[in-house]
Every structure is written in C-alpha cells, then in structure tokens.
C-alpha cells in the first residue's frame, strides 16, 4: 500500500466520523426546533430527564470536546457543574431554554470551524485526557475516538428527546 493511499484512507474515515457528528448535530438541531419550551420542560420518561437538562447536559458535553481535542477551552465551563456533575434534580438554578438553546448553538458552530482545522494526522494523536504512557499502550485512545464516542452519546441522548415529540 502507498503512502498515498494511506493519507487517503485516513482522510476518509475522519470525513465519515465527522460527518456523522455533523448529521447528529443537525438532528438535534431539527428537534430542537420542533419543540416548544413547555416540550422541552417535560420528562422524557416518567422518573427521567427533561429535555431542558438534556439539552444542556448534551451542550456542556460538546463543550468539553474543546478541551479533550486540544483546540481551545470551554466557552462555559459553569455548564458542566449544572449538567455533567449534577443530576437534573440537584436544585441548582439553571437558565432558561431560550440560553441553552443559544449555548448549544454557539457550541457546536465554534466546534465545528475548530474541528475543520485539525490537520488529518493530528486526529490520531492522543486526546489530552489520556496520558503518554496510556496512550503509547492504547493508540486508539486518540482525538478521532473522542469524537466518535461523543458522536455516540448524542445519538443516545437524541433517542430519548424524541419522545417529547407530541403526535
């Protein structure tokens, strides 16, 4: 095999994980739109989440991406302590769904203009949570796989918003 042909290899498995990223960003994004703030409000399943907290969880989440990928710092970084490291029911205020759909929005754009400058072979360096001797025992434990893995996470958290949607 070519050292060509490897560039292009690796070139388009990246294009296929970060489109998928983009296609679940954009149904967020549609979903999002389709719901009211009284939607959003509710569970998603008795005893669940809202899709205000998930909303903002999935916000804070893509926010830590700039960090884990090395491409700059959280936009807000008080978002993780309301939805990361807290549950929905913790009693901290929160802001309104017009801000975190904002906070959302801001997020993914500026994410998506950074992750379009990762030159291809930086996408399998190692993610700044792992160290260097992790990483030179698990390579695959890389920037790519961060993104894959959040790719993931929308998508599941993307399943259960749907049920706010009224018929």
């Not at 994004?29 to 389709?34: D, F, P, Y």
């Not at 008795?46 to 903002?56: C, S």
């Not at 959280?74 to 904002?102: H, T, Y």
Request: aromatic share 8%.
């Amino acid at each position: 095999m070519s050292t060509n042909t490897i560039i292009s290899e690796k070139e388009l498995f990246i294009k296929m994980v970060i489109s998928n990223w983009d296609l679940q960003v954009g149904r967020m994004n549609s979903l999002i739109a389709k719901l009211s703030d009284e939607e959003l409000s509710t569970p998603t399943a008795p005893g669940r989440n809202t899709g205000v907290y998930l909303l903002g969880h999935l916000a804070a989440v893509s926010d830590g991406m700039f960090a884990f990928l090395g491409i700059g710092e959280k936009l807000n970084p008080k978002m993780e302590e309301l939805f990361v490291r807290n549950p929905e029911g913790s009693g901290m205020e929160k802001p309104s769904v017009a801000e975190l759909k904002d906070y959302w929005n801001e997020v993914n754009a500026l994410l998506s203009e950074k992750m379009s400058q990762i030159a291809p072979e930086e996408w399998f360096n190692r993610h700044t949570a792992v160290s260097e001797e992790d990483f030179a025992k698990e390579p695959h434990r890389n920037k790519l796989n961060i993104v894959i893995n959040r790719t993931n996470h929308l998508s599941y958290h993307l399943g259960q918003l749907v049920y706010l949607v009224k018929k």
